[in-house]
Each structure stands twice: as C-alpha cells, then as structure tokens.
C-alpha cells in the first residue's frame, strides 16, 4: 500500500499555485466556475503530457480509471471528456502561457544562479512539460 505522495502529486508540489491563482484571478479564469477550476485543468493536462495520452478520449478514461484518487492527484471532482474539451475550447489560454512564462523566468534563474556558482549546467535537453500544451495557445491533444 502507498505510504507517501504519488510520483504525480510530488512533482505538481513544486508548482507555484499561488502566482498561478494570481493569473487566473487577473483574466477571471474561475469566475462562475464550480467544480474544474483552472488548477484542475492543468493539472488533468499536466497528467496527459506526462503519461503520454494521445488524445482527450485517451486522457479522460485514464484520469477516470484513478477516480478514488482525484483529491491526491488534484483534478477536481470528476472529468469527463466533452467538459475537458469544452473548458480547453472557451478558457483563456493567456493564462497558462503567462504561467509558462513565469516558470521559464524562475528557471532560467535557479540555472544561472547555479551555473554561476557550481558550474552546473544541463548535459542533455531540458523538458519544459507546461510550455508544449500551453504556450501555443491550443491547448491539448
């Protein structure tokens, strides 16, 4: 049985959410919003970049498939694949791409930070998750 967080939870732990509520409250993105929140929604997009989903089909059954563990995972209530559809069709996408571009800007930071200091730097290429769906401004899938 799992004794800590999932792979999943760990690695969202590291996402500002309070300078992504700011963002969200500057473009009214949960405004009338009861249950899917911006949040849920990247985090349901997050989930289907990382395991690789080819399609909203593909990620809504698997998101659904975890349904006793949404509250650990942080998508929200239930997720279903005409409301992901339809909330990545009619919700600001400025949102994530500033959010995208404030995780770039706190990036490039730590990294010249430690390059400085450590001469550290990345061998291989750097996987930026959140820029790929979001700063295109299409969304997913």
């Known amino acids: 049985m799992n004794q800590g967080k999932y792979v999943f939870a760990q ?15 500057n473009y009214k993105g949960n405004y009338k919003i009861r249950h899917f929140s911006c949040w849920n929604q990247m985090m349901c997009m997050m989930f289907g970049q990382l ?40 919700r600001d996408w400025h ?13 490039r ?5 430690t390059h400085n200091e450590s001469g550290f730097s990345f061998s291989n290429a750097v996987y930026g998750f959140l820029l790929g769906y979001f700063s295109t401004g299409k969304g997913c899938c």
């Open 11 to 25: 690695i969202s732990f590291f996402l500002p959410q309070r300078v992504f509520d700011r963002i969200v409250a």
């Open 51 to 90: 395991s690789n989903r080819d399609s909203l089909s593909d990620l809504a059954l698997t998101i659904n498939a975890h349904s006793a563990k949404f509250y650990h995972l942080g998508f929200g209530k239930g997720i279903s694949k005409p409301n992901l559809a339809k909330t990545n069709e009619k």
């Open 95 to 107: 949102i994530y791409q500033e959010y995208a571009y404030h995780l770039i800007a706190v990036a």
């Open 109 to 113: 930071k730590l990294c010249l930070a």
